[in-house]
């Protein structure tokens, strides 16, 4: 999937990886899809309801091995 902006958490645990994906979602325009790879099983579940929260759109969400990848489009 085409991307924008990559962000690698992989080893920070809740709330880094959704503090830091917060941060770089505010730095891009409306649009624009931002990959986040990250370990923390919680993961998922937090980028289900920040997407919800937030009004940004999470496209797309898989895990290879112990690496979740994560595709959110900027509202």
Do not use: W, Y
Request: aromatic share 8%; net charge positive; proline share 4%.
């Amino acid at each position: 999937m085409h991307f924008d902006r990559e962000l690698d958490v992989k080893g920070l645990n809740c709330p880094l990886p959704i503090l830091r994906t917060k941060k770089a979602l505010s730095e891009m325009s409306a649009g624009e899809v931002l990959h986040v790879l990250a370990t923390d099983p919680g993961a998922v579940k937090d980028f289900e309801a920040f997407a919800r929260q937030t009004g940004n759109e999470l496209l797309s969400r898989s895990e290879t091995g112990k690496v979740f990848e994560f595709f959110l489009r900027r509202k």
